[in-house]
């Protein structure tokens, strides 16, 4: 039987090995478990083997899970496509929005933040240039990040993508070294706070560590696979 615990004591084991393996500390990576589709129970479970990071892609699956969790010590991460009348229950649900990729999201989120701190805010990326990705194209990356910094109530952390699905190393490699360039060029240009690269999932995650990921989002190898 897929045991959690098991899981994610080996998934933090491989984190630590990638992590030293590049010359960094463990510790520098941060884990999100990703539970689109698993009940509260199945978060519970992952809570109490020490996951503090929770994943979530649509407002009203979470919205009971996060209810039911109330008083757990978790930082609920949105990650899915976000449409503008979810704005006003994602800012105030969650702790962090990973996927904002236009102007009047991030404007909206930051309006209808109640919470007294600032929401974290990645800005999500269409690294490879895929047409029907979501994520800013590359070329807008500035732009954005530049208006999205001025906002009162979020606090810009970093950036976000999915790259291309392959499985080709290399190809995935580079996808995950371009997001790096964009984290790193911006850093000393008026972005000096962001201290958040979140890429990698449960079939690349070493890879993007060793590619300079500070925070991976992982769930089937944690939870198992998904029915739907
Ligand atoms: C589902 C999802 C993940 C986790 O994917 P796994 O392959 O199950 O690890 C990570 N990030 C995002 C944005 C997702 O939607």
Redesign the pocket.
Known sequence: MHSVSNAIAQISERIAIAARGAGRHPAAIRLVA?S?TRSAAEIGAAVAAGITDI?E?YLAEAQPKIAALEGAAIDWHF??AIQSNKTRGIASAFQWV??VDRARIAKRLSDQRNVSDPLDVLLQVNVDNEPQKAGVAIEGLSELANYAAALPNIRLRGLMA?PRDTDDVETKRQSFRRLANLFEDCRPHGCADWDTLSMG???DFELAIAEGATMV?????IFGP?SR
Do not use: E, F, L
Not at 217 to 221: E, L
């Open positions: 990703v689109k994943g892609n990650i899915g990973q996927t999915i999932m449960s079939d989002r992982v769930g089937t190898a998904r």
